[in-house]
């Protein structure tokens, strides 16, 4: 069969590494041996065990996590984080919540369910174009944590530095910047990110969370489902896990390490979105829709201003092998996700692409 493969700029589920996937292909039928896939073994077997000890063991060397944090690999997507944080840290029934985007905005909704959230910082005035100054903002005293979206998926702008949260716990959902560079997780209490957008198959979350926020101590009511100490206590395997998605990321981990780690993927990703930015810097007829130096390295927005052009644009990109190049149908225009897994030479291919449509164009 003749593989022909585009390069694909979803925003998620997105572009994983071809090496990873055709070792997945390769050990579809037969996992090492054993004689049946891994979808089709026991989440108790030794062989499921080694995978998923594995995975966390390649995770913590990445990312560098300290010992008094634990790894948890849950269900239902980085959206079920939004309610699972503050049923279990909002002991005060208080949290921030810093709005840069649709994401950190339904995460705060969500927490209204459970307590006070206040909105202490919001970029909603500029269509999220920008990350507000967060280096004195009025953080609640009796807050539980300060929530932010460090990298905001849809709008395409990173937080550059982290808020001053003035001694409160920090939750981040990381989901669209997860392994993209190095962090620092000590100056976390939880960071977080569904796994489809820069590691693996949809439909997991990993949690990373400091051992003293995971307590039985948590709202009336809580589920046990979504009580982080369930799964703490069960290394991740209270039920059944998504066990072929803990295995894909497994394979990412270990892809990463191979390729040098985070700094070596930080160096790569700003190598690839230099040249988009710098190409949108010097357009006529494209142009970057966020500011400058709050640009994230993995989504990049941008528009023509003319809504038929980019239409245009985004067909003739698809039939040119440029996949998934529509924004997002709340901002419109176009977004390229140029996730670790996306080649410098895809990058190239789309800004070749965008320099002969301005030509023709303009
Ligand atoms: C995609 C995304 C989510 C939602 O993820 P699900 O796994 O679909 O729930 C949340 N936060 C950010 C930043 C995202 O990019």
């Known amino acids: 069969m003749k593989v022909s493969r585009v390069y694909n700029f979803s925003a998620g589920p997105a572009v994983l590494p071809e090496e990873v996937l055709k070792e997945a292909a390769e050990e579809m039928l037969d996992y090492r041996g054993c004689g049946m896939s891994v979808?089709?073994?026991?989440?108790?077997?030794?062989?499921?065990?080694?995978?998923?000890?594995?995975?966390?063991?390649?995770?913590?060397?990445?990312?560098?996590?300290?010992?008094?944090?634990?790894?948890?690999?849950?269900?239902?997507?980085?959206?079920?984080?939004?309610?699972?944080?503050?049923?279990?840290?909002?002991?005060?029934?208080?949290?921030?919540?810093?709005?840069?985007?649709?994401?950190?905005?339904?995460?705060?909704?969500?927490?209204?369910?459970?307590?006070?959230?206040?909105?202490?910082?919001?970029?909603?005035?500029?269509?999220?174009?920008?990350?507000?100054?967060?280096?004195?903002?009025?953080?609640?005293?009796?807050?539980?944590?300060?929530?932010?979206?460090e990298n905001n998926t849809i709008y395409g702008t990173k937080y550059k530095k982290l808020p001053n949260t003035k001694g409160k716990i920090l939750v981040s959902d990381v989901s669209s910047c997860f392994l993209s560079e190095p962090v620092d997780v000590s100056k976390y209490g939880i960071i977080y990110g569904g796994v489809q957008k820069n590691i693996g198959p949809a439909g997991m979350v990993i949690s990373i969370i400091r051992e003293d926020l995971i307590t039985e101590d948590v709202l009336e009511g809580t589920p046990t489902m979504l009580t982080f100490k369930t799964h703490a206590d069960a290394g991740s395997l209270y039920n059944t896990p998504n066990c072929y998605c803990i295995y894909m990321?497994?394979?990412?981990?270990?892809?990463?390490?191979?390729?040098?780690?985070?700094?070596?993927?930080?160096?790569?990703n700003e190598k690839k979105a230099k040249l988009l930015y710098d190409y949108l810097d010097s357009s006529k007829l494209f142009h970057g829709t966020v500011v400058k130096e709050d640009r994230s390295l993995m989504n990049v927005p941008f528009v023509t201003g003319d809504k038929d052009l980019d239409a245009k644009f985004v067909k003739e990109a698809k039939a040119a092998g440029l996949e998934n190049l529509k924004g997002h149908r709340t901002v419109g225009g176009m977004r390229a996700s140029i996730y670790n897994a996306m080649p410098y030479e895809g990058v190239e291919a789309l800004v070749a692409f965008m320099k002969k449509f301005e030509e023709e164009n303009l």
């Open 39 to 149: 979808m089709e073994m026991s989440h108790r077997s030794q062989m499921f065990d080694q995978i998923i000890q594995e995975a966390e063991q390649d995770l913590r060397d990445l990312m560098h996590i300290p010992d008094n944090y634990r790894v948890l690999f849950l269900q239902g997507g980085a959206s079920q984080q939004f309610a699972m944080i503050p049923m279990n840290l909002m002991k005060n029934r208080v949290a921030d919540y810093i709005v840069t985007g649709q994401w950190a905005k339904k995460a705060y909704q969500e927490a209204q369910k459970y307590g006070k959230a206040n909105k202490i910082a919001s970029s909603e005035d500029k269509t999220f174009s920008y990350i507000p100054d967060c280096s004195d903002l009025p953080i609640s005293p009796d807050a539980d944590y300060v929530y932010i979206c």
């Open 249 to 268: 990321c497994g394979k990412v981990f270990k892809w990463l390490k191979k390729m040098g780690g985070l700094e070596v993927m930080k160096e790569r």
